[in-house]
């Protein structure tokens, strides 16, 4: 997989590009109003000195030879050296220009008779390489029941384009320096904006195996982080749990094998301290058996979970009748629960789909240690029912109530709630971890509950 861009980089190079995006728009707009702003201007020049043009005409009668229009004209128009006029009569000739500048046809064409002067459009163009704008209108001249003539002023804006040049040259630049500002200031604001990142990460670095107890506190972070800070320390809660088991489970091994193991010396060193006779020797050695199958019975139930905990238990796919199960296990424990005076009764039925063999295994372990904990004279109830599409069931029975803390802790392994009971019924404690293990195997979930003076477990698998 490609590594991810830095997260510096990344807001840097966001950061640049809508810094640009937004000076480079600012720097088009600020250019385009400067230029309209100056066309206005030339636009109200030109106005005025189209009226001043049409005052003039008005005042003089053309009829009486163009000599003194130009006269008129030349002196109203003195000192205006970069102001160019032409006026052209009804008939089309040009009955004064102040220089022999060519006006465009496009502007005599953009004035009608009678186009007011507020309508009025200037109209630029080139001609030997410099640039006008100019503006045309209807000038009434000063005969009585004449056609108006056209009138046309124009103005060199030269000057406006270099200025204009000037102007876009220091605005590239100021943008350009800004871009590279803003890239500098985003660069340093990405920095200083991970530093809680880099905070956390030494933060972190400071936990090992042996200090697994540190915790990020949650509020000394941004909050954009303190997300990651509880997760974090949730993962950590797991880990320090997981952690703590396994030390509990090495432990608790160890504890559990020397037992019997040391009862098996003692039994041995006793049996070799004299001469015995043969049947002393056997009942030495029956005893010994006991041990022995109570080690091999711990050792395979340690085996079972080992495969469990790596996935390595077969799994059949088959229906399985759990009541039908429930009945067979009564039967099986039938002498066991008469002997301890103890009712069994079953109520509904249910089905789900798994391996019939091991969860036969779980439901005997639910019903033996039922059987264990129920006093003489008091019922244990199996009760199957569905709940949406899962197959539910609870084992119930009367007896002394488990406290809270124990509940969850029921399914560790080698967890009793009382470790001083241990009695020949009593196994090591791996029952209600192997039974958890199989209900998981199969997409199950189990709990223990305590209440009203009743142990209950409670199992929830797909239905079948
Ligand atoms: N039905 C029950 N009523 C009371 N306590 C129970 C019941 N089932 C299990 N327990 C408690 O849970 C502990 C763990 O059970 P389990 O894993 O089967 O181990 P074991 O049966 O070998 O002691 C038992 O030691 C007992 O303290
Ligand atoms: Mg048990």
Request: with cysteine.
């Amino acid at each position: 997989m490609k590594r991810p861009r830095s997260i510096t980089l990344r807001l840097t190079l966001y950061f640049s590009i809508a810094s640009t995006a937004v000076l480079l728009v600012g720097g088009f707009v600020i250019g385009r109003l400067v230029e309209a702003h100056l066309a206005e201007q030339d636009l109200r020049t030109l106005q005025g000195k189209l009226e001043l043009v049409r005052a003039t005409l008005a005042d003089t009668r053309t009829q009486r030879g163009v000599a003194p229009l130009s006269a008129a004209l030349d002196s109203a128009l003195i000192g205006h050296h970069d102001l160019f006029v032409q006026v052209i009569g009804p008939d089309g000739r040009i009955l004064y220009a102040s220089s022999d500048l060519l006006f465009p046809e496009v502007l005599r064409s953009s004035t009608g008779p009678g186009a007011a002067a507020t309508e009025i459009r200037s109209i630029t163009w080139e001609s030997d390489d410099r640039r006008y704008r100019g503006i045309a209108g209807s000038a009434a001249t000063g005969n009585a029941g004449e056609a108006p003539a056209i009138a046309e002023v124009a103005l060199n804006i030269d000057f406006h384009r270099s200025f204009m040049a000037e102007f876009r040259n220091s605005l590239w630049l100021a943008i350009a320096a800004g871009i590279v500002i803003s890239a500098l200031l985003g660069w340093v604001s990405a920095r200083r904006g991970l530093a809680p990142a880099r905070r956390m990460l030494k933060l972190t670095q400071r936990i090992s195996a042996n200090r697994l107890g540190e915790r990020l506190p949650p509020e000394s972070v941004p909050a954009e982080l303190s997300d990651l800070a509880v997760a974090f320390n949730d993962m950590l809660d797991r880990l320090e749990d997981s952690f703590r088991r396994l030390s509990d489970f090495s432990s608790d091994l160890a504890h559990e094998l020397r037992t019997p193991v040391g009862n098996l010396m003692m039994q041995t060193q006793v049996a070799l301290s004299k001469a015995r006779t043969a049947d002393e020797y056997r009942e030495v050695l029956y005893s010994n058996l006991e041990e022995y199958e109570r080690l091999a019975h711990m050792t395979s139930d340690m085996l079972f979970l080992a495969k469990a905990d790596n996935g390595l238990i077969q799994n059949a796919d088959e229906t399985v009748s759990l009541d039908e199960e429930i009945r067979q296990l009564f039967a099986f424990y039938d002498a066991l629960s008469e002997e301890r005076g103890v009712d069994l009764v079953l109520i509904g039925e249910g089905c789900v789909r798994g391996d019939r063999a091991m969860l036969r295994r779980a439901l005997g372990n639910l019903l033996a240690n039922a059987i264990r904990h129920t006093a003489h004279g008091k019922a244990i109830t199996v009760r199957i029912g569905r709940s949406g599409n899962r197959t539910e069931l609870r084992v119930e029975n009367p007896g002394e109530p488990i406290a809270g803390e124990h509940l969850p802790r029921l399914f560790d392994r080698f967890y009793r709630v009382d470790p001083s009971r241990r009695s020949k019924g009593d196994g090591a404690g791996l029952g209600l971890a192997i039974t958890k293990s199989i209900i998981e195997a199969h997409g199950g979930e189990i709990g223990a509950s305590c209440a009203e003076g009743s142990v209950r477990f409670e199992i929830a698998l797909p239905a079948g």
